[in-house]
């Protein structure tokens, strides 16, 4: 559905996007996942018609993004990011006006248009101005406005970002719910959201791929994490000796407590095995194991890595 | 079909606040008062003169010609320029609209509100006719005119609206650029009669001027349809910058 190959775009004397190749298939959720500045919106915009490609070819729906450029846009939804809409319209016209522009028949757009704002929650506050709305609602609206035509694919530019948790999970429920009928590409930064909502993703830096897996398999790279939290009871000095003598172990570090009870951070390339070993030696001297945890990985951790094994294999 | 949703969209942003009903408001209360001052002073030391034939062409273009000069641009910087402040100009690139066609809903709705303005001023010839009953026929080529000059400070307030994000930098560059067409002329002493000729031709005054007068010269027609073009083909290059600039 979508199709994206050697993608580049530059914006004067800089390279935003330095060829990007991947496709998605219809009814597919798939996430675009990199830091601030990587070029997720670029490769959005491109493909939302907002500026033609630098080099390279785009598809959706078997249409060239630049050759039928209008075609292209009454079959996408787009969720700019920070969706700004028009403060001094209430919702209702703007999603009449909305409605018309892409071409929703006079006759169907009273039915869409009650439709949508149900689905999206949007019914009670249809008579207020787009710019008294919280910034939840605000959300709600542009969501509405990106899925009222039926498009075949959604391209969500970070539609969670600045809203609280409860709204959060409403906006991904309304996105899951989307998906099978609708082709999707949605951007975050927030790495557990991909997992959550999509099935396959990409993950991008300095405008080009760096790793492309499904949402199961970058679970499991955020297991495979090597840091361990240990909260163990007993006394300090012959606890730091024993951590000493663990296997594969990189690193250790003391977090500072009020309750007398030895906290640690350890970094080991081992992973369970060094879980396994400190347990064992815990209870053998007698001491308290009150806490052994895996750290979740962060996205800073993830990109440290994958950039890491880049290079270590180059392609 | 399209255009013309764009263009409700755009008369319910205007009619939403308050701006144009102060505007209009302020608007006619200053020409209202200029009406009532300058007729007053034709009839007290006009001696001799054709005093309504002056007054006409005196009031449109020095008055209701440059209030609009002065009020233009504060309707024209929002244009471009809000929409790229707030970011919404980005739905209207990815929705399936022409640039073409956002650009003349824009121009036409503005254009749109500013024939309230030229409406409400349909009420001092009103006020003339029915003290003392005239011929009609003149004030056709002036309204005609009117408007051929406010569709061009239209066009060039959109133009310079394109190019920036920052309405208060859109309207005051807006009013120099108008204000520079209008008194081009206005020191003939300064520049050589040759030169004179040349400027005349490109000032939006002279050419109003002819108009007020009651007279529709094919000339100044098409002086104006050629700025608008002018201006209108600027924006719509202006719009398409974002092809190979990638900001919005």
Known sequence: ?315 | MRTLALIRKELASYFAGPLVYVVVGAFLLATGYRFYTTLNSYVTFGFGMNILEHFWEDFFVNHIGFYLLIVVPLFTMRLIAEERRLGTIELLYTYPLRDGEIMTAKFVACLLVFLLFLAGTLVYPAIVYAIQPFDPTPFIARYLGAFLFLASCIACGLFVSSLTESQVVASSCTFVLLLLFWIITWNEAAVSSSYLIALSQLSTFDHFFSFARGVIDLKDLTYFVLFIALFLFLTLRSMESRRWRGRR
């Not at chain 1, 919106?41 to 729906?61: A, H, K, N, Y």
């Not at chain 1, 039915?111 to 959300?139: F, H, P, W």
């Not at chain 1, 009871?233 to 309750?259: F, H, S």
Request: charged content about 25%; proline content about 6%; glycine content about 10%.
């Open chain 1, 1 to 315: 559905m979508i199709d994206v190959q050697g993608l580049v775009k530059d914006f004067g004397t800089t390279r935003a996007v330095n060829g990007v190749d991947f496709s998605v298939r219809p009814g597919e959720i798939m996430g675009l996942l990199g830091p601030n500045g990587s070029g997720k919106t670029t490769i959005m915009r491109v493909l939302t018609g907002f500026f033609p490609p630098s080099d390279g070819r785009v598809t959706i729906d078997g249409l060239d993004v630049e050759e039928h450029s209008l075609a292209v846009r009454e079959r996408i939804g787009y969720l700019p990011e920070n969706v700004v809409l028009y403060p001094d319209l209430t919702v209702r016209r703007f999603l009449t006006f909305c409605a018309e522009v892409k071409g929703i028949p006079a006759a169907q757009r009273r039915g869409r248009l009650d439709e949508v704002m149900t689905a999206c929650g949007l019914t009670e506050v249809a008579g207020k101005l787009i710019g008294k709305l919280s910034k939840g609602y605000r959300q709600r609206v542009g969501i509405a406005q990106a899925v009222i035509h039926h498009p075949k694919v959604l391209v969500l530019d970070e539609p969670t970002v600045g809203l609280d948790p409860r709204q959060i999970v409403d906006i991904r429920t309304l996105i899951k719910s989307l998906g099978g009928s609708t082709t999707i590409l949605l951007s975050t930064h927030i790495l557990p959201e991909v997992s959550m909502t999509c099935e396959r993703v990409i993950i991008i830096d300095y405008g080009r791929i760096i790793a492309e897996d499904t949402a199961e398999g970058l679970t499991r790279r955020l297991q495979g994490s090597h840091e361990t939290r240990a909260r163990i009871a007993g006394p300090r000095e012959p606890i730091l000796r024993m951590l000493d003598g663990l296997p594969g172990l990189d690193d250790v570090r003391e977090e500072p407590t009020t309750d007398g009870i030895v906290t640690i951070v350890l970094r080991s390339s081992l992973g369970d095995e060094t879980r396994r070993t400190l347990a064992d030696h815990v209870v053998h001297n007698g001491w308290g194991l009150l806490e052994v945890r895996p750290l979740p990985m962060s996205l800073e951790d993830l990109f440290v890595r994958l950039v890491r094994s880049e290079r270590e294999t180059p392609a």
